[in-house]
């Protein structure tokens, strides 16, 4: 089974979502925390230290170690993946979109925006919007 590590980065009252390229196997197209995979024999926070730096070129400073929600094993394009979203407490730099391959943008969403976007995971809309009402500080 493979494990996916997502960051929820939250900066004045937005949260930091990456619109998946409509090239990907799963959820082409939708908005979507960023992260990736976890590699075999890989730490869960340190794939998330990896991934953050290599699709938005941020070093995270601090991350909460337990996952704010894991979305249980279920099937998507890639066969049987465990999803777990982590709170991004601080970080330094400013994130971009270093890997267009896989993201077709990043958008900061408030409230509003979080209503209304296709989301990967329909299922994260109100983790997302109660954090939207919560600050965490880019370092």
Same mark, same amino acid.
């Given at each position: 089974?493979?494990?996916?590590?997502?960051?929820?980065?939250?900066?004045?009252?937005?949260?930091?979502?990456?619109?998946?390229?409509?090239?990907?196997?799963?959820?082409?197209?939708?908005?979507?925390?960023?992260?990736?995979?976890?590699?075999?024999?890989?730490?869960?926070?340190?794939?998330?230290?990896?991934?953050?730096?290599?699709?938005?070129?941020?070093?995270?400073?601090?991350?909460?170690?337990?996952?704010?929600?894991?979305? %249980?094993?279920?099937?998507?394009?890639?066969?049987?993946? %465990?999803?777990?979203?982590?709170?991004?407490?601080?970080?330094?730099?400013?994130?971009?979109?270093?890997?267009?391959?896989?993201?077709? %943008?990043?958008?900061?969403?408030?409230?509003?925006?979080?209503?209304?976007?296709?989301?990967?995971?329909?299922?994260?809309?109100?983790?997302?919007?109660? %954090?939207?009402?919560?600050?965490?500080?880019?370092?």
């Amino acid at each position: 089974m493979q494990q996916v590590v997502v960051g929820l980065l939250v900066e004045d009252g937005r949260v930091l979502l990456a619109l998946r390229s409509r090239a990907r196997r799963a959820h082409p197209g939708r908005w979507a925390l960023p992260g990736g995979h976890v590699e075999p024999g890989e730490a869960p926070g340190a794939a998330l230290v990896r991934e953050l730096h290599e699709e938005l070129g941020i070093t995270v400073l601090a991350h909460d170690p337990e996952p704010l929600h894991v979305l %249980a094993p279920g099937l998507d394009a890639g066969g049987a993946t %465990a999803l777990s979203v982590h709170r991004v407490r601080r970080w330094r730099g400013e994130p971009a979109n270093l890997l267009p391959g896989e993201h077709d %943008a990043l958008r900061w969403c408030g409230s509003a925006a979080l209503e209304r976007l296709a989301l990967a995971h329909p299922e994260h809309r109100a983790l997302l919007l109660a %954090a939207a009402g919560h600050g965490a500080a880019a370092g």
